[in-house]
């Protein structure tokens, strides 16, 4: 839909984000991609993927934990987070107790280790992002993002 000169919105003040760039669908995802490259760079020393190592994180900090609750802390499907239970338990950093049709994820002693890693993996992420958006850009985003996700989940 083009209307003097301008392409869904955008004008010639968007050249750098191309026609899109006032689209938050294609701003968001363009985003979130490029998070997950530095997410996955950043985590990449422990061989686990970001989501997996948050998902031992929360079963430290909750043992015992449900996977459809973890699954909503984490804002992932329930099947992702089977998926990255599996890898943690053949890795034996999480047990996964079965009680009837109750499952429960609880982190061993190795996956408790693992922490104080999954923290500076954290930490190096935090510090490159700060780096390239800025300090106070980077929290501004985080709590703008993390508004607009509970506003539409």
């Known amino acids: 839909m083009e209307r003097d000169g301008e392409l869904l919105g955008a ?32 985590f990449a020393p422990l061989g686990l993927c970001p989501s997996a190592a948050l998902l ?18 984490l804002h992932l499907a329930p099947s992702s987070v089977t998926r990255f239970a599996d890898g943690l338990v053949r890795r034996g950093l999480i047990t996964r107790e079965s009680r009837g ?7 061993t002693e ?9 923290g500076a993996c954290q930490s190096e992420l935090a510090e490159r992002l700060a780096a390239s958006v800025g300090q106070d850009e980077a929290g501004k985003l985080a709590q703008g993002l993390a508004l607009a996700a509970r506003r539409l989940g």
């Open 101 to 107: 049709r109750t499952v429960r994820l609880t982190a």
């Open 56 to 73: 031992l994180v929360e079963t430290a900090r909750d043992p015992g934990l449900l996977p459809s609750v973890a699954a909503q802390r």
């Open 110 to 118: 190795r996956g408790q280790e693992l922490l104080p890693r999954i």
């Open 11 to 42: 004008t010639a003040a968007d050249s750098c984000t191309g026609p899109f760039g006032s689209c938050l669908y294609f701003t968001a995802n363009a985003v979130a991609r490029e998070l997950t490259r530095l997410a996955e760079e950043a």
